[in-house]
């Protein structure tokens, strides 16, 4: 998953916005620095959708003069297994009650900032009648 990113210059130095994401904005003083931001409050946005039960926008192609910034692939991960969830109706308690977990694991599970663990995330995409495929394609 990586999203076509906008760089313009602002008054302290480069703003970031993407058109498939209209909450995301990231900055700093220079170009390279708001990139690496970028990625960081890319996740942000992914939890603001994980947390608000919304379905997230797949990135578009990327238009001339835009930078594409990749999502970690935990992060992609939690955002198929919310919307999963979401496609089946339930809530963080009705899969922590397929799982036989805490909802507090369930909670973590979705946390963009935690680190989860990939049989943990397999685990509960498993419980939902899901399988998790990772596929590797070129650059």
């Known amino acids: 998953m990586r999203y ?62 835009e930078h594409l910034v990749a999502v970690p692939a935990s992060t992609v991960i939690k955002v198929l297994l919310s919307e999963a969830m979401l496609d089946k109706g339930w809530r963080k308690a009705d899969l922590a009650r397929a799982m036989n977990v805490a909802p507090v694991q369930v909670d973590r599970m979705l946390d963009v900032n935690h680190k989860s663990k990939l049989a943990q995330l397999e685990a509960a995409m498993d419980a939902m009648g899901h399988h998790l495929e990772i596929e590797v394609v070129a650059a």
Not at 14 to 22: G, I, K, N
């Open 4 to 65: 076509p990113i906008k760089l313009e210059p602002d008054t302290v130095g480069f703003m970031a916005t993407s058109r498939d994401l209209p909450e995301f904005v990231a900055a700093d003083e220079d170009e390279r620095s708001t990139l690496v931001n970028a990625v960081e409050l890319l996740e942000t946005t992914l939890g603001i959708y994980i947390d608000e039960r919304r379905r997230v926008p797949r990135p578009s192609e990327a238009q001339d003069g």
